[in-house]
Structure formats: C-alpha cells, structure tokens
C-alpha cells in the first residue's frame, strides 16, 4: 500500500521543528521513520504534516555527563551500538541492541524514536523502564522530565503530548559490578519478540543489593516486576534462588491472549527463559 497524502517539512532547528509541531493539529516527527514509514504505507497514520529532523545540527550527541549517559533523539541504534563508553555505561542496553531488528534498521532507526514509539515488543523501552531512565520532552511551551517508569500507559499509548517531541533520554550509568539480565524469545534472531525480560541486577558483599527486571512483549506496556524484586533484595544467588525467582516471574506476568500460545503456554515460557537469564547473570554453572 502508499501512504495517503500529507505535507512535508524538513527543519533546520528545534525551535522551528517544536514550533510547526504546536502550530499543527496533526503533526508528527520523522527521525530514522522505521515504524512510521509503515505505519504511513498501511495507513495507520494518516498526518496532515511529517516534520523531518535529520538535518538538525547536534541532535545525534551520545554524552556520559553527571553518571548519566544522554542520548540525543537522532542517535541511530548502530550508533549507540558501537559506542564503547555507552557499553560500559549501560551494559543492559550493549545486550538488548544486537536483539533490535536487523542491521539495515538499525542503521537508520533511532534510540529516541523506539522509546516514543512505545511498540510493547520493543526492546528499548523495557531497558528505560528497567533501569529507571528519565525521558525528556520538549514543545514551544519548555521542556519537562518524565521518568520511563511513568511514561507507557498502554498499547502505544505514552504520556507524551501531541505538541511534545522526545529531544533526549538519560539513562543512570550502571554501578560498577552491575550484572544485565536480557533475553527475549523470537521466531528469528531481530523478529519482532513473543515474549522477552530486561533487567539488572547489583551484588554488594555476596548478596543482591540492587534488583530491577521487566517483563514485555507479551503485555500491553513494559511490566515493572516490583513483586519478584522483593523476592530477591538481600538473597545470596544459587540455583535455588533463581528457580524461584522465575516462578515468581511465571506468577507476576499477565501475557495477552495470542493465536500462536496460551497466557498458560506463555507463563511456562517466561519461567525457563528467566530461569536462564538469572542464572546467567547470577554466573552459576549449569549443574
């Protein structure tokens, strides 16, 4: 299919770019256009104006300032790929990026843009959500912060305004010794998941000081587990624990009725497939 008719604007600044978004009805940002683009071309959008960032000066600025790791709103996913201070910044998102499409999209396709986008089978904004990151939005009017873990509210729904465009995402670098939990479950390596965990863990002297772990995909928005954190918080990790701590996972889930698995199938599988993530970041060796 084509997309139906819309106008075009390439910005120069973000002054402008936020301007034509406040002056407009149906304004949206296109960035690197990975989901929008197709969303167009079956008409799932149908804007009055697309307003086109790429060739706004500065705006493609991975920074690591005040232990927060800052990523502008046109850094390319195989951009913050291939960045080392990002990797040793946030561990978690060096695991989940290689899972992100294909490399032809995440050529283009942008951090910022999958975070606003907020498609539940996508693996940045469950990172956000699981490492407590701050998401700053912008309009003609300022700017203001909006943590991740407020920001999802649904299916693609997301407490940012029509008029507000996603300028940069602050992510806490991760503590030295932090341990990512990543694993998703796909047809194929890049596919879109079925069903997939994010989440960092923190030992302090032996024990689990520090314990965040997302559950997406499967459900409408990115599942904060708060409920399997208390579980863990103090425990020492063995086999034992993290069979546990998938049950509790298994437990905490709400997964979608789907025409490829029962929410019961689904439960099974987020059980071994947090079973193996845990182990793995706890570093136990199979028995």
Excluded: W
């Excluded at 998401?135 to 507000?164: C, I, K, M, N, Q």
């Amino acid at each position: 299919m084509k997309s139906p008719d819309f106008s075009y604007v390439r910005a120069t600044s973000l002054d402008e770019a936020l301007a034509m978004l406040a002056d407009s009805e149906d304004a949206v940002i296109l960035a690197g256009g990975q989901s929008l683009v197709a969303a167009l071309n079956l008409r799932l959008q149908a804007p009055e104006l697309v307003i086109d960032i790429n060739h706004i000066p500065g705006l493609d600025r991975i920074e690591l300032a005040e232990g927060k790791l800052r990523i502008g709103p046109l850094v390319r996913h195989a951009q913050l790929m291939a960045s080392a201070e990002a990797a040793r910044a946030l561990p978690l998102i060096a695991q989940a990026l290689p899972h992100v499409a294909h490399p032809a999209i995440r050529n283009r396709g942008t951090t910022c843009g999958s975070l606003a986008y907020g498609d539940p089978a996508a693996e940045m904004p469950a990172c956000a959500v699981a490492l407590d990151a701050t998401l700053v939005l912008a309009s003609r009017d300022g700017t203001r912060e909006v943590p991740a873990r407020d920001f999802y509210d649904g299916l693609y729904e997301t407490r940012r305004a029509p008029h507000e465009m996603l300028i940069e995402a602050r992510f806490p670098a991760a503590p030295e010794g932090a341990r990512a939990m990543f694993a998703e479950l796909a047809v194929r390596r890049g596919d879109f998941a079925s069903l997939g965990l994010a989440g960092q863990l923190h030992l302090d002297a032996g024990a689990i000081a520090a314990f965040d772990l997302v559950a997406f995909a499967s459900e409408p928005a990115p599942h904060l587990l708060t409920g399997v954190a208390e579980l863990a918080l103090g425990q020492r990790p063995d086999a034992r624990l993290a069979a546990d701590l998938a049950q509790a996972v298994a437990e905490a889930v709400d997964p979608l009725e789907s025409p490829l698995a029962t929410p019961a199938m689904r439960r099974r599988q987020y059980r071994a497939l947090a079973e193996r993530c845990l182990r793995d970041a706890m570093e136990l060796a199979d028995a």
